[in-house]
């Protein structure tokens, strides 16, 4: 049964044993944590704080690599991690070691002295801790959830603030209306501090503007401000007195040259850029699992391979993910008319039949199945939803066995689109080492 800690992890067991998971949003007990620590949030390199619904993970792959190719070194915190822990945390451009992660643990547990915080916020508090015991050029740092009283909340005077699309998700903590949820996202804005944000539906943009304004925030906002789009198979980015001309970004599909026009920007707004227009070339190079990648090895890349098709796995999860998606792998069918499948398991919580719908155009018939999770949705219920949204839809055993029979459908070589979200994206993952992110 796939083990989202590993073995290896055991040190994560111990985490997740002695501090809930439950989510409770707030900053007061992080921030009571890195205080006994003698605050390393304050020790850090410049740090650019990433938020938003979708595309959060993607730029802040996009930052990294552009900020690599200058020859910088960049600390990273992400989350969730889909296969091993490490993956949350790179130290420098290097995931944290098992040895580093138990002796960091000793530490902060103990300044902890039992007293009550969650697992993700004393993850956070490690991550700070290990960047700031290690010098570096730069901090990117992911948002886990909602922005303003995330974990990661903790930045006086952060280099940039970043926003990403926000569309409705996690509509159980941040929701329901959309301007709740941009308002907790618009959180991470610090007065005086510059904002990049990607380009937004009207009503979110008119909370992350109004929140700028009371801040005296500089905000750069996609499509009013600067632009990014694709030209002749390459990015363009416009802003406010250079335009950039850069080759495509790494990550398929059209979306993705929106989130890489937002690394860029927001590179270009760092107060004191050591980077060189020629790094920005770095989008080129960025890597970023579970994001429309071509699984090639493990074994169902193995099975796809014998029938002469095509294997993708994304953990995108909402409806904004869902139209994303639908593009690429419409891009996909347009090259050469094959047919699309799609295997899929989600969150019982999730809008299934809103990430069902934009596929149905591509006329793609759905394998759905389930994961190592008591909040899994059931098969049947996926079924529901993806019919509800005009697809075909059958229940299957395993993820294995949803790309057997979309692979074994009649017809040319499909294309195979493993999603749904994260979690199923790491439980695919680990089933090979070959697999594994690093």
Request: charged share 20%.
């Amino acid at each position: 049964m796939y083990d989202p800690i590993r073995a290896s992890d055991a040190v994560i067991q111990r985490l997740r044993a002695n501090h809930p998971s439950l989510i409770d949003l707030t900053t007061g007990r992080t921030e009571r944590l890195l205080a006994a620590l003698d605050h390393p949030e304050r020790k850090l390199p410049p740090v650019i704080h990433v938020a938003g619904t979708n595309g959060k993970g993607s730029t802040t792959a996009y930052l990294r690599a552009i900020g690599e190719a200058a020859g910088l070194k960049v600390h990273v915190l992400t989350s969730p991690h889909l296969v091993r822990f490490a993956e949350r945390i790179r130290i420098a451009g290097t995931l944290i070691t098992d040895e580093r992660l138990e002796a960091l643990t000793e530490e902060i547990e103990a300044a902890n002295a039992g007293q009550p915080i969650s697992f993700f916020e004393i993850t956070t508090v490690l991550a700070l801790k290990a960047f700031a015991d290690t010098p570096a050029d730069l901090c990117v740092i992911e948002v886990g959830l909602g922005g303003r009283f995330d974990a990661t909340n903790v930045f006086e005077a952060p280099a940039v603030s970043v926003i990403t699309p926000v569309d409705y998700d996690h509509l159980e903590f941040l929701g329901p209306e959309i301007e709740k949820i941009a308002w907790e996202k618009a959180g991470i804005i610090k007065a005086g501090r510059p904002v990049v944000s990607a380009r937004q539906m009207v009503e979110v943009a008119q909370v992350i503007e109004a929140e700028a304004e009371k801040l005296g925030a500089p905000l750069l906002m996609m499509g009013r401000d600067y632009d990014a789009w694709e030209e002749r198979g390459r990015l363009l980015v416009q802003m406010p007195d250079q335009l950039f001309d850069l080759p495509a970004p790494s990550l398929f599909g059209g979306h993705q040259f929106d989130n890489a026009g937002l690394a860029v920007a927001t590179i270009a707004t760092l107060p004191a850029p050591k980077l060189d227009e020629a790094a920005l070339d770095g989008v080129a190079r960025a890597i970023w699992p579970a994001r429309f990648q071509r699984l090639r090895k493990g074994p169902l890349g193995k099975l796809a391979e014998a029938r002469g098709s095509d294997l993708w796995l994304d953990g995108g999860h909402n409806p904004h993910a869902g139209r994303a998606l639908a593009e690429a792998a419409g891009r996909l069918v347009a090259r050469d008319g094959r047919p699309l499948g799609l295997v899929s398991a989600m969150f019982a919580r999730k809008d299934a039949r809103g990430f069902f719908a934009p596929f149905a155009a591509l006329k793609p018939t759905v394998y759905a199945t389930t994961f190592d999770s008591p909040n899994a949705a059931q098969p049947a219920e996926i079924v529901e939803a993806a019919r509800a949204a005009g697809l075909d839809a059958v229940v299957v055993e395993s993820v294995e066995a949803g790309v057997k029979a979309a692979l074994a459908a009649p017809g040319p070589a499909p294309h195979v689109l493993v999603c749904g979200g994260l979690h199923f994206a790491g439980e695919v993952l680990a089933l090979s080492p070959e697999t594994w992110p690093t």
